[in-house]
């Protein structure tokens, strides 16, 4: 067998050389013919020759190195003299098709040399054919032209700032080199042309600005801001690497947002507070947009929306305080109404309209944002808390309520409305603090819809107190819900006492009608006792229920509250009979007349059993008010003790029945009283709960957690918990530390 012929380097050198100037020709478009398969086949085979031949004439490591040279004698007398001579656009264009022809040149070269690449580079662990051939480019071309290419880069970008067309295929493809000249790296796009980006980004947009912010008003220059920003997006997804998109926006914003976030948000004319005045809400959604992009740039806004939302409130208490001091002095002189006059209907309507509008700007403009619905709570908790003419929020609210849910209210609603009224007003209800005041007032104008049969419907009642429930808590409704349930069982108990008086007194019937409310006690307001001298028709009356309850009803003992009761009286006057609905004390007064035509001031109160203060309100109602059933004498518009009263048998109306109202008795002061021994209660309650659980406690952190506990409710003032302490250290709840004063001991 023949031995093959041993390859001189410089011979199989010379034969390859052949082949690489062919492959130069063709990448510098001479008139030059293709590759064959045999030529190729040739070349292949003379590197495969020279590289498995014997030491020493096994040439692999020298044809390794030849071919790594051949590119840079290539790149030194074609590629760099043509680059060098070229400027801005023309220099990208050429450095693309240098870039495009090299990647050609490595092709063919390391199918070429596709020999080494198998066995000699790996047994060496030395850089691929390919990666020879890119980090030629890199070190030779790149290195040398980066920095007039960046240059050219950032040329273009400007010009297509300022609003030119660029060929933007042109600059992907070249910033693609500064990605793959990396090898699997982003440094030297980051280093060379990344960093210098966003320097020239920042110094641009500040140019902007600085003209812009004097130029233009807050919501032209938030547009500008928002194009400029979605432009630089355009940019980054159309010819740059992805990860340059955070950091170039962040320029962006910086210049064009955080460097001139006061003077925009302050602007006179045009910030946020004229924005929020003018109802501006695309405008302002545009300014969240813009500002959630930076670090707290929320805030501000937020501060600004929580500013004017305590404006527009102020301005609705002070327009109520107004309207409320003028009624006052228009109605000098004559009897308060009930609850829900004019002015305060108004204001809590007022405010209710005020919080709708303004939750649909948290929930568009500001896309319901934590910060925003915060801003607004504060601002409502500012203004809602605040006295109105002398009136809590609190009661004007439960006035509110009364007047939706009374028949004969005030408001002219369909159920739906009425229901989502009913639901906002609950909602306003979180920003009281003292929650337990709405709920006394409530409780009370609850009681009076109930006992006088003045409530539109059970459905809207039982509404709002589960909404109450849910807001506040089962304990927060416990009494209401349990005054409401009351009255069904009370319609039933009324309905077994018609049928035992059918059973068990037919032959003692009464000579009226008699229907009797059984309350109990825990669920209603407390009502003055009065032990009034009823005439012998209700007493039969009474007495036969009380035979009926004990009869029915074990360990249970009935206390009457006559001032509670209703009383339908036909009169027999002249000129014809009428049907009088009066309270139970009224009827009592009256049918005095039955046996005395005269009666003075001081025979009434003996006869009726009651103070002073009682018979005056009552006598006035009946001789002095808008129906004058009773003769006064001395004739005057006000009741004193040596007054003398006759029936008026000429008094006559156009109605057949008609309501003879008593003057209303401000509950207020009641209502404050009940609250305060109650919150009384509260405090100790907490304090007890407290210290049970701690033992020991320092005096001030005992107090935060009081307070913390009771803000459901209200908001429990330090001196007063201060007070209930001390009480109950005199009742050996508590002690202090003897060696530490501050430090509270729960005794057992």
């Known amino acids: 067998m023949n031995e093959r012929k041993t390859v001189d380097l410089e011979e199989g050198w010379s034969h390859m050389q052949s082949g690489i100037t062919k492959l130069k020709k063709l990448l510098e478009g001479e008139d030059e013919s293709s590759f064959n398969a045999e030529q190729y086949m040739m070349l292949y085979t003379t590197i495969y020759n020279m590289c498995t031949q014997k030491p020493p004439h096994d040439f692999s490591e020298q044809l390794y190195n030849r071919y790594r040279d051949c590119f840079s004698l290539y790149i030194t007398e074609k590629v760099l003299p043509a680059l060098r001579d070229k400027t801005d656009e023309y220099l990208l264009k050429e450095l693309l098709k240098r870039w495009d022809n090299h990647k050609i040149m490595v092709r063919w070269l390391s199918r070429f040399f596709n020999y080494l690449d198998r066995y000699y580079i790996p047994r060496h662990s030395l850089h691929s054919l390919k990666d020879v051939g890119l980090l030629r480019f890199r070190d030779d071309v790149y290195s040398d032209m980066k920095r007039k290419t960046r240059d050219a880069i950032l040329k273009l970008i400007e010009l297509e700032r300022e609003g030119e067309q660029i060929d933007r295929t042109l600059l992907k493809n070249i910033l693609g080199i500064f990605q793959e000249v990396g090898m699997g790296q982003m440094t030297c796009y980051q280093q060379d042309f990344e960093a210098q980006l966003l320097k020239t980004t920042a110094e641009y947009y500040k140019r902007k600005a600085a003209v812009w912010i004097e130029e233009d008003s807050c919501p032209d220059y938030m547009i500008k801001a928002e194009d400029c920003l979605k432009l630089e997006e355009e940019r980054v997804s159309n010819y740059m690497h992805q990860s340059t998109r955070v950091s170039l926006l ?152 009364d007047n939706l849910l009374r028949k004969g209210g005030g408001e002219k609603l369909t159920d739906e409305a009425i229901e989502d009224t009913l639901e906002k007003v609950v909602k306003l209800l979180a920003y009281i603090s003292d929650k337990d005041l709405f709920a006394e007032f409530y409780r009370k104008k609850l009681a009076r819809r109930l006992l006088q049969d003045r409530s539109s419907s059970d459905e809207h009642e039982r509404s709002i107190l589960s909404r109450l429930k849910q807001q506040c808590g089962a304990q927060f409704t416990s009494k209401m819900e349990g005054m409401v349930t009351d009255l069904q069982l009370a319609r039933d108990k009324q309905q077994n006492f018609d049928e035992w008086k059918r059973e068990h007194a037919a032959d003692k019937p009464l000579t009226m009608d008699l229907t009797v409310t059984v309350l109990t006690t825990g669920f209603w307001p407390s009502y ?50 009428i049907e009088l609905i009066l309270g139970t004390f009224q009827a009592t007064l009256l049918l005095l ?155 057992a």
Request: with cysteine.
């Open 593 to 747: 007349f039955n046996t005395d035509e005269e009666l003075s001031f001081s025979e009434i109160q003996e006869r009726m059993h009651v103070p002073e203060e009682d018979v005056t309100r009552l006598t006035h109602s009946l001789s002095c008010a808008k129906y004058k059933i009773l003769n006064k004498s001395p004739a005057s518009k006000t009741v004193s003790k040596t007054d003398v009263f006759s029936m008026n048998k000429k008094f006559t109306d156009r109605m057949r029945r008609i309501r003879v109202p008593l003057p209303p008795i401000d509950e207020r002061k009641k209502v404050i009283e009940d609250l305060d021994k109650d919150r009384r209660y509260a405090v100790d309650a907490a304090i007890v709960r407290t210290m049970k659980s701690r033992k020991v406690l320092q005096h001030q952190q005992l107090t935060m957690e009081v307070v913390q506990q009771l803000s459901r409710m209200f908001k429990a003032d330090f001196k007063l918990i201060k007070k209930r302490i001390e009480d109950l250290m005199s009742r050996d709840y508590l002690e202090r530390d003897k060696d530490n004063p501050n430090l509270l001991r729960y005794l």
């Open 528 to 577: 003055k006792h009065v032990d009034l001298a009823l005439p012998q028709e209700m007493i039969d009356g009474v007495e036969q229920f009380k035979e009926f309850y004990e009869f029915t009803t074990k360990h249970r003992k009935l206390g009457w509250v006559y001032a509670l009761g209703t009383c339908h009286v036909k009169a027999n006057f002249d000129a014809k009979p």
């Open 250 to 401: 962040k320029e962006v914003e910086t210049e064009l947002l955080q460097q001139h976030q006061t003077t925009l948000l302050e602007k006179e004319q045009s910030g946020c507070a004229a924005l929020l005045q003018d109802d501006k809400k695309g405008d302002l959604a545009r300014m969240y947009r813009l500002f959630q992009r930076i670090p707290k740039g929320l805030e501000p806004v937020a501060e600004s929306f929580k500013k004017h939302v305590e404006s527009e409130g102020m301005k609705l208490v002070k327009e109520a305080t107004e309207a409320a001091s003028a009624k006052k002095d228009k109605d000098a002189g004559k009897p308060s109404k009930d609850s829900g006059s004019a002015w305060e209907q108004h204001f809590v309507r007022q405010v209710i309209e005020l919080h709708d509008k303004y939750m649909l700007y948290v929930g568009g403009c500001f896309a319901n944002s934590s910060l925003f619905h915060k801003a607004l709570k504060e601002a409502f908790e500012f203004f809602c808390n605040k006295n109105v003419a002398g009136t809590s929020t609190a009661e004007l609210m439960a006035n509110f309520c």
